[in-house]
């Protein structure tokens, strides 16, 4: 199975939220606000809400 | 048994990102998208920034708060609240615990309370995908 590989998608955010169209596979909106994306998207099909942050790297819990 | 891939959001940066919707249980409410969460297995609960609490004008119990701690120590303040949780075909209502304190890369936590009580989960990080099993239904 393929990783999903969102990686040229997201570069070009360092903050808020993208809205990712999985058919088209493209990024369609960026937001600030968690709000505001589902606002932005709330008519538009087959959309994934991915965080938008400079650098995924060095989490732990 | 379903399979899932992890997700690459950064050049060699591998996520076991799940495809999650949420919901108001109280008002049937739901978040039409997808949104992305991470499966935690170092997490004891389900973690969610207040943010989505809002969109889902989810009423927190301010008197039901509880403290967590991150692998610094450092206390993260939460508040209890109700969720419906869409995740591989199924449907749970979880206890959340909502707070502002989490990072921006990881704004929902899939922990150990209601989702690894529920599923079992094997991570296959070689081959970048991992495996959910739904304990309670019925294999054919």
């Known amino acids: 199975m393929n990783i999903i590989n969102l990686t040229s998608h997201l570069q070009r955010y360092n903050s808020g939220w993208i809205a990712y169209n999985k058919k088209q596979n493209k990024v369609v909106a960026h937001s600030k606000t968690f709000d505001s994306i589902v606002k932005k998207t709330k008519l538009k099909r087959d959309i994934l809400l991915v965080p938008a942050t400079s650098n995924y790297l060095g989490f732990v819990t | ?140």
């Open chain 2, 1 to 140: 048994m379903a399979i899932y891939p992890y997700f690459s959001p950064q050049q060699d940066v591998y996520k076991p990102w799940i495809q999650i919707r949420l919901g108001n249980p109280s008002s049937h409410q739901l978040i039409q998208q997808s949104i992305i969460a991470l499966i935690d297995s170092g997490a004891d609960a389900c973690l969610c920034i207040t943010d989505i609490a809002k969109a889902l004008k989810i009423k927190l119990d301010h008197t039901k708060t509880r403290e967590f701690k991150g692998v610094n120590n450092q206390p993260i303040q939460t508040i209890k609240g109700s969720v419906q949780l869409y995740v591989c075909n199924t449907q749970l209502i979880c206890p959340f615990y909502f707070t502002d304190k989490l990072p921006p890369s990881t704004p929902i936590i899939l922990g150990h309370e209601c989702f690894f009580n529920r599923f079992r989960i094997t991570f296959d990080f070689k081959n970048k995908q991992m495996e959910l099993l739904d304990t309670l239904k019925k294999v054919n």
